[in-house]
């Protein structure tokens, strides 16, 4: 199923700001699926640090694994939850996440953009 809120009606001159932020273009789709957490076992300022685990080496002393905590991502762009099952676009390292529906808004920018890149100066 695809991202994003098809019944909002976007303002995209705003988001046109974030998108030329953007660096990496090499955008894959992909099906999010909830994933582990990591959480600190201590509260610093009465709030608990909490990341998505890919895998990375962790103190197991310091965090604690939490299966299928990670359920959700945000686009980039617009916000728009990501859940279990619904599909978006990803970079490298998923530095930047884009729903269904932004990167089709972009698709011509991004493919023109990787077009330019892709020629030699
Ligand atoms: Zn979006």
Redesign the pocket.
């Known amino acids: 199923m695809k991202?994003?809120d098809v019944d909002v009606d976007e303002d995209w001159t705003l988001l046109d700001a974030d998108f030329v932020e953007i660096r990496d273009l090499q955008f894959e789709h992909k099906t999010f699926r909830s994933k582990p957490s990591l959480r600190r076992r201590e509260s610093h300022d009465g709030w608990i640090q909490e990341t998505e685990y890919n895998g990375q080496p962790y103190d197991e002393a310091e965090f604690e694994l939490i299966p299928n905590q990670w359920d959700h991502q945000h686009?980039?762009?617009?916000?728009?939850i990501i859940k279990d099952g619904l599909t978006y676009w990803a970079n490298k390292d998923e530095v930047t996440i884009?729903?269904d529906?932004?990167f089709t808004h972009y698709e011509d920018r991004i493919h023109a953009q990787k077009e330019r890149e892709s020629k030699p100066s």
């Open positions: 991202s994003g686009c980039s762009l617009c916000f728009a884009l729903c529906r932004c």
